[in-house]
């Protein structure tokens, strides 16, 4: 009798769906870490427009502005008016939206700023009341 070595099919086929397996899951685990790292990125945004609108722009004006750019809130990174997806605030499709609201004559008493998630509800942060 001769001693055969190497591998069946069936244990070729095991370790081949095996291996799938292993694969499907680091692609799925890889882009669940994305999305919540692009969702980092969107609540570091809004958290820098409150931020600059509180503690910046109100304190010298006593008002907000109707809406808001890299032009009025100066103190901010123009970088974080740009979405993940490359689109600014106030563009349609952004993941960033300002809402003023109680305005007269350009200058409002309140806003709320909304970032859109994908791994959680909006994010949002509303005028000091």
Avoid: W
């Avoid at 994305?34 to 006593?62: C, G, P, W």
């Avoid at 952004?94 to 007269?104: F, G, I, K, L, P």
Wanted: proline content about 3%; hydrophobic content about 35%.
């Amino acid at each position: 009798m001769k001693n055969k070595s190497g591998f069946t099919v069936i244990e070729v086929l095991v370790l081949a769906v095996f291996l799938a397996g292993i694969g499907v899951l680091f692609f799925m685990q890889k882009a669940e870490i994305e999305a919540k790292n692009r969702d980092d990125q969107r609540k570091t945004a809004i958290n820098a427009m409150h931020y600059s609108l509180e503690e910046v722009f109100f304190k010298e004006s006593s008002f907000y502005p109707t809406e808001i750019n890299e032009k009025n809130l100066i103190s901010m990174d123009p970088q974080l008016f740009t979405d993940p997806n490359g689109i600014n605030l106030g563009e349609p499709e952004s993941d960033y939206r300002y809402e003023a609201t109680d305005c007269s004559h350009g200058k409002c008493k309140k806003y709320t700023l909304r970032a859109t998630l994908e791994k959680e509800d909006d994010f949002i942060k509303k005028n000091r009341e």
